[in-house]
């Protein structure tokens, strides 16, 4: 089984366009992230959201947000693609609780590649 | 997160052990080193974690100075599919963990080529 999914796999739109990456976790985690990784695979977070808390990293365009559905989902929209978005993006989880040493476990990733 | 230092790339041989340096002297005394690797189009996976005392699991083992202002990742054998960039992550042990303080840092990471 699949501890953490995301789709599309690949994703190839026009600059201008709106778009959608899901992601799901099976883990029954708490906390749920999104990360972007750039062509100089530099990994950096983009959210976190915990108990309906979100954490904004605050160079994140604010044309992209993320939806949660519920515990076991959190999308990314990502509405007048740029070129600049063009990345892998991951999505992660991990248990929520006190203890700071919950590992994260990763989705395989979404290459998006904006036109 | 407090930050870290690591090699840009590495090489090792099949079947050799493997030590990955981190520095870290920023550390503060709650934070806790975390080792994650990336596997060639995948995403990050983790390694390993410690406090103070050196840690083994079965993917590797994690040698902390006793000043705690550097580690190693040991990779007891390499094999082929170890090859990957590994992360050295400083991680908050704060009681208060539901907001960003979970959050991961990457740095740039080791980029660890195995030979056959």
């Known amino acids: 089984d699949t501890a953490v999914s995301q789709t599309p796999k690949y994703l190839v739109t026009q600059m201008g366009n709106d778009k959608s990456i899901k992601c799901e976790q099976n883990?029954?985690?708490?906390?749920m992230y999104w990360y972007k990784q750039d062509s100089k695979k530099f990994l950096k977070i983009m959210f976190s959201?915990?108990?309906?808390?979100?954490?904004i990293n605050e160079t994140v365009p604010n044309r992209f947000s993320p939806k949660s559905p519920d515990k076991a989902h959190l999308n990314l929209h990502i509405n007048s693609l740029e070129l600049g978005d063009s990345a892998v993006y991951f999505c992660?989880?991990?248990?929520?609780?006190?203890?700071?040493?919950?590992?994260?476990?990763f989705g395989p990733g979404t290459r998006l590649t904006v036109l | 997160d407090a930050k870290t230092t690591q090699p840009n790339s590495m090489e090792s041989n099949e079947e050799e052990p493997v030590h990955l340096p981190c520095n870290h002297s920023?550390?503060?005394?709650?934070?806790?080193i975390h080792w994650y690797r990336q596997l060639p189009s995948q995403g990050p996976e983790y390694v390993i974690h410690?406090?103070?005392s050196n840690v083994n699991n079965r993917m590797a083992s994690l040698a902390i100075a006793e000043d705690r202002k550097s580690s190693t990742l040991i990779l007891h054998r390499a094999t082929l599919r170890d090859a990957a960039v590994y992360y050295c992550?400083?991680?908050?042990?704060?009681?208060?963990?539901?907001?960003?303080?979970?959050?991961?840092?990457f740095g740039k990471g080791t980029k660890l080529s195995v030979k056959p």
């Open positions: 992660a989880s991990r248990p929520g609780g006190l203890s700071p040493n919950n590992e994260q476990f």
């Open positions: 920023t550390i503060s005394g709650t934070d806790y």
């Open positions: 883990l029954g985690h708490d906390t």
């Open positions: 959201y915990n108990n309906k808390e979100l954490i």
């Open positions: 410690g406090l103070t």
């Open positions: 992550i400083l991680r908050e042990g704060l009681m208060n963990y539901g907001g960003s303080q979970g959050n991961l840092i």
